[in-house]
T-cell receptor, first 113, second 113 residues
Framework: DQQVKQNSPSLSVQEGRISILNCDYT??????FLWYKKYPAEGPTFLIS?????DKNEDGRFTVFLNKSAKHLSLHIVPSQPGDSAVYFC????????????FGKGTLLTVNP | DGGITQSPKYLFRKEGQNVTLSCEQN?????MYWYRQDPGQGLRLIYY???????QKGDIAEGYSVSREKKESFPLTVTSAQKNPTAFYLC????????????FGQGTRLTVV
């Protein structure tokens, strides 16, 4: 059973517009959520995170929203740029002394010039 | 420069042979992880270690073995018991504190022929 789900395998947007990537989770014990960006044949790079005690975290063009009651988080990229084209992974941890990340399957974002 | 180094980047092995993937970090991180990426599967956790001389099975540990004799090193052995070893393997590390991100290496593409 998949505890972190990214139901959209791909998303295509125009340059300058907003990209919204979604993620749902089933384990209510998840305490910390992260987004990673990955290019082919490279390791993922950390983008932004949010603690379960918050509902929003912003870093430049990237904003993550958390809706705990719906067990849903989203990553907003504004404005989108062609260099943002990559696979985006949502991940979650249980917190406490358990540091392991549980990942979703990823969403391929394509930003068209 | 601090970081995580995986070697080699590409590895070819004959079926039935064991192979060991190297992962070294100089970030002074306590926790280290091995993930496997397959097309459409996202990142799946193989093994993780939160401290030297201790490690735990992840979600897909069968056919793999690890050791953590030094803080800096977390090698992964893909044994002949692993039925589908061809994949992209990613090593990561984190400080090991609550609510911190993991940093990834560049990955090793293992192809078994």
């Amino acid at each position: 059973d998949q505890q972190v789900k990214q139901n959209s395998p791909s998303l295509s947007v125009q340059e300058g517009r907003i990209s919204i990537l979604n993620c749902d989770y089933t384990n209510s014990m998840f305490d910390y959520f992260l987004w990673y960006k990955k290019y082919p044949a490279e390791g993922p790079t950390f983008l932004i995170s949010i603690s379960s005690i918050k509902d929003k975290n912003e870093d430049g063009r990237f904003t993550v929203f958390l809706n705990k009651s719906a067990k849903h988080l989203s990553l907003h990229i504004v404005p989108s740029q062609p260099g943002d084209s990559a696979v985006y992974f949502c991940a979650a941890t249980l917190g406490g002394s358990n540091y392991k990340l549980t990942f979703g399957k990823g969403t391929l974002l394509t930003v068209n010039p | 420069d601090g970081g995580i180094t995986q070697s080699p980047k590409y590895l070819f092995r004959k079926e039935g042979q064991n192979v060991t993937l190297s992962c070294e970090q100089n970030l002074n991180h306590d926790a280290m992880y091995w993930y496997r990426q397959d097309p459409g599967q996202g990142l799946r956790l193989i093994y993780y270690s939160q401290i030297v001389n201790d490690f735990q099975k992840g979600d897909i540990a069968e056919g793999y073995s690890v050791s953590r004799e030094k803080k800096e090193s977390f090698p992964l052995t893909v044994t002949s018991a692993q039925k589908n070893p061809t994949a992209f393997y990613l090593c990561a590390s984190s400080i090991g504190l609550i609510n911190t991100e993991a940093f990834f290496g560049q990955g090793t593409r293992l192809t078994v022929v």
